[in-house]
């Protein structure tokens, strides 16, 4: 069965820091995809990437960024120069089957001005 | 990509009572899954309904606590029957999504008291 980690339950930063949220995996897939998504306060569910497993260039959005490592299972999440509204719980997560996604335990980020 | 409408957006509501939350997507999906996020965790998957079909719960997750109606490909509603105080959650919907992987309703967050 999939499984997700995000062991960082909570991080705080002072804006303007970088910040990295750590996402490691474990499926039997050959081929997979991964999702980042980002959940405020209201609770809602913001979708931020999407990565096909063939694919391990690292992806930059903005201040965004994203580096997936199939040799160590690793899909981590960097936001750069963060900002109060940056403010959110972080999910990562992998779709089992072609049905539902299993998400981690998520990151709650805290920026603080 | 789809565009799910979801209500309520909150609700309180008292202990034995149910609720009925709706999901309409803009578009017709083959599946349309329900999760259930407690205060503090993660997303979990109730079920997954598919139209014209019962739905498919997942373990923990039984039809008499939480009755799930599909009856065309764009809408879907989710009871929450007999309602305590541990119910009290953010309840999502998704979709499929075939750019973004999956789309989730802006969710209903329920208390119970």
């Known amino acids: 069965a999939q499984k997700v980690t995000q062991a960082q339950t909570e991080i705080s930063v002072v804006e303007k820091e970088d910040v990295t949220l750590d996402c490691v995996y474990e499926?039997?897939?050959?081929?997979?995809?991964l999702f980042w998504y980002k959940q405020p306060p209201s609770g809602e569910l913001v979708f931020l990437i999407r990565?096909?497993?063939?694919?391990?260039q690292n992806e930059i959005s903005g201040r965004y960024s994203w580096n997936f490592q199939k040799s160590t299972s690793s899909f981590n999440f960097t936001i750069t120069a963060s900002q109060v509204v940056d403010s959110a719980v972080y999910f990562c997560?992998?779709?089992?089957?072609?049905?539902?996604?299993?998400f981690g335990q998520g990151t709650r980020l805290t920026i603080n001005p | 990509s789809a565009v799910i409408s979801q209500k309520p957006s909150r609700d309180i509501c008292q202990r034995g009572t149910s609720l009925t939350i709706q999901c309409q997507v803009d578009?017709?999906?083959?599946?349309m899954f329900w999760y259930r996020q407690q205060p503090g965790q993660s997303l979990t998957l109730i079920a997954t309904?598919?139209?014209?079909?019962?739905?498919?719960?997942e373990s923990g997750f039984v039809i008499d606590k939480f009755p799930i109606s599909r009856p065309n490909l764009t809408f879907s509603t989710l009871t929450v029957s007999n309602m305590s105080p541990e119910d009290s959650s953010i309840y999502l919907c998704?979709?499929?999504?075939?750019?973004?992987?999956?789309?989730f309703g802006s969710g209903t967050r329920l208390t119970v008291v």
């Open positions: 997560a992998l779709p089992q089957g072609a049905q539902k996604l299993v």
């Open positions: 998704s979709v499929e999504d075939r750019n973004l992987g999956y789309t």
């Open positions: 990565r096909n497993s063939f694919d391990e």
């Open positions: 309904a598919n139209q014209g079909s019962e739905a498919t719960y």
């Open positions: 499926t039997r897939d050959t081929t997979y995809y």
């Open positions: 578009s017709q999906v083959t599946m």
